[in-house]
C-alpha cells in the first residue's frame, strides 16, 4: 500500500505560479511512472503531465505544455508540479498518481482555482 498526499494548491490571479507537491510513502520514486491529473467540475479526471520511470523524461498533455514543469526528488519521495503563467481553464482538483502496474495509486487530491 502506497500512501500519497498532495498539498500547494491555492486560489490566484491568471499569469501567477503555483508548485503542487505529492508526498508518496514509499521508499524510492525509482523505476515508478508517477503523473498528474485533474479534474475541474462537471467534466472527467484528465491526464496532465507524467514523469517516465524509465527515461525520467517529462510528458506533457498539449493544453499545459510549455506552462507546467514535472519534476522528482527521489530522496525526498515527492513529486512536483511547477505551474506557470495560470489560466482559468486550469481550475481543477489535482491529482497525484502513482502506476506501479499492478496496482496503482492516487491522492486525495489538492484544488487549484485561477481568477481572470
Known amino acids: 500500500q502506497v500512501e500519497l498526499v498532495e498539498s500547494g494548491g491555492s486560489t490566484v490571479q491568471a499569469g501567477e505560479s503555483l508548485r503542487l507537491s505529492c508526498k508518496s510513502s514509499?521508499?524510492?520514486?525509482?523505476?515508478?511512472?508517477m503523473a498528474w491529473f485533474r479534474q475541474a467540475p462537471g467534466k472527467d479526471r484528465e491526464f496532465v503531465a507524467q514523469?517516465?520511470?524509465?527515461?525520467?523524461?517529462?510528458y506533457y498533455s498539449d493544453s499545459v505544455k510549455g506552462r507546467f514543469t514535472i519534476s522528482a526528488d527521489n530522496a525526498k519521495t515527492t513529486l512536483y508540479l511547477q505551474m506557470d503563467n495560470l489560466r482559468p481553464e486550469d481550475t481543477a482538483v489535482y491529482y497525484c498518481?502513482?502506476?506501479?502496474?499492478?496496482?496503482?495509486?492516487w491522492g486525495q487530491g489538492t484544488q487549484v482555482t485561477v481568477f481572470s
Open positions: 514509499a521508499r524510492t520514486l525509482r523505476g515508478i511512472s
Open positions: 514523469i517516465s520511470a524509465t527515461d525520467g523524461l517529462g
Open positions: 498518481n502513482a502506476d506501479y502496474g499492478v496496482h496503482d495509486y
